[in-house]
């Protein structure tokens, strides 16, 4: 076991119920996480990540395996020891579960009294939180004065006051447009790597992934790689091409991991990209909203977990005018934020050089474009 980890799952398995009704819900989980690393805890619903959270959180006891948070073993741990371990983590719920009747002030200063944290270091720490998650005006409202958006960074704001070694946020995007989703995960993304906390974000969202630095995925209770679920869902990728157009599923594919390289070169994702992929997609393949959102992040999962697609995938040969499109396209998505970068153009380019592509002068596959 590394000493350094502030988690560490070793052989973790958990079953609900007893006796004839028993149902095992996690199977053999092992992992660590370190300090500053940001986690996103993916998998479909009834897979085991709440569940696997709340054990993490000392919320739950441990049945089997070791479950070590901070240094503290949780399996047969006193009830003292897990709410020592609780009062260093920082709980970010799909709600906000703010109270009503309390200022936001007062809502985070609740988090402190837990501490004995009072007087003036409460209020210092409480001004310096708001400031952080840009509700330092809206100190003194209440809850039914805010958005959703900044009641759920309120609620960031009160797992954090404590400056937690650990942050547990389950679906903290869940209930947000996109937008303010991506607004409050990447929030707690930056407060997270400023205090240094280990962050387990449990998300059914794939358009946050990218601010992770590890993915898990679990799965019938068992914990899959990344590599693995993108092998998965490239083939139901391709099943769904093949469906609406047989000839051009391959090239489909491809082109569509081409985009996803071409975005994701800087580790970032933009929504100005998003939207461009969104678009082309949806113009070449003629696919329905929930088809093109699947395909992209697939691509996105593909170029995350740095695999190639799959065997069932040819790359395919290119007339003049696909040739042309698919440059035309790639350009299309590093100018779509205002400002190419050199990574992106290198990125076009070993494209290009695998694809046998060549760009003609006179053509507009390759606009003047703006570096920074």
């Known amino acids: 076991m590394d000493s350094s980890a502030r988690i560490t799952l070793e052989n973790v398995s958990y079953m609900f119920g007893k006796g004839a009704l028993q149902k095992q819900v996690l199977f053999d989980i092992n992992t660590q996480i370190e300090g500053g690393e940001i986690v996103i ?3 479909p619903s009834g897979s085991g990540k709440t569940t696997l959270l709340t054990l993490i959180g000392a919320l739950r006891s441990a049945q089997k395996g070791s479950v070590n948070v901070l240094g503290q073993e949780l399996l047969n741990a006193s009830e003292k020891t897990l709410i020592k371990v609780r009062r260093q983590i920082g709980y970010i719920f799909q709600s906000h ?4 009747s ?3 002030h007062q809502n985070v200063q609740m988090a402190l009294q837990l501490n004995n944290v009072k007087g003036q270091d409460a209020r210092n720490r409480i001004t310096s939180v708001l400031q952080r998650v840009g509700l330092a005006e809206y100190e003194h409202k209440f809850p039914g004065q805010l958005s959703g958006g900044q009641k759920q960074r309120a609620g ?5 006051v404590n400056r937690p070694q650990i942050v547990l946020a389950d679906e903290p995007t869940a209930s947000l447009d996109r937008k303010s989703g991506r607004d409050v995960v990447e929030l707690i993304q930056d407060l997270a790597r400023e205090d240094g906390s280990a962050v387990i974000l449990v998300t059914h969202d794939n358009r946050i992934l990218d601010v992770a630095d590890r993915i898990l995925h679990l799965e019938d209770g068992k914990m899959k790689s990344l590599s693995e679920v993108v092998s998965e869902g490239t083939s139901r990728m391709l099943n769904l091409l093949e469906k609406h157009d047989p000839d051009s599923a391959n090239y489909l594919a491809t082109f569509s991991f081409a ?8 580790g970032k994702v933009t929504d100005s990209e998003r939207d ?3 678009r082309i997609l949806h113009e070449v393949a003629r696919l329905e909203t929930a ?6 992040e697939m691509s996105m999962m593909q170029k995350r977990a740095k695999a190639g697609l799959n065997d069932r995938v040819v790359t395919p040969a290119l007339d003049k005018d696909r040739a042309e499109h ?5 350009y299309a998505i590093a100018q779509a934020d205002g400002i190419t970068s050199g990574e992106e153009i290198v990125e076009i380019e070993a494209i290009a050089t695998e694809f046998g592509l060549t760009r003609n002068e006179d053509s507009e596959s390759a606009p003047d474009l703006k570096q920074p």
């Open 97 to 100: 579960n703010l109270l009503d």
């Open 291 to 296: 088809e093109v959102e699947f395909i992209m």
């Open 102 to 104: 309390l200022t936001i």
């Open 276 to 278: 461009e992929m969104r």
């Open 156 to 160: 960031i704001a009160r797992a954090l």
């Open 259 to 266: 985009l996803a390289r071409v975005a994701y070169v800087d």
């Open 41 to 43: 805890l993916t998998g």
């Open 326 to 330: 698919f440059l035309k396209s790639l």
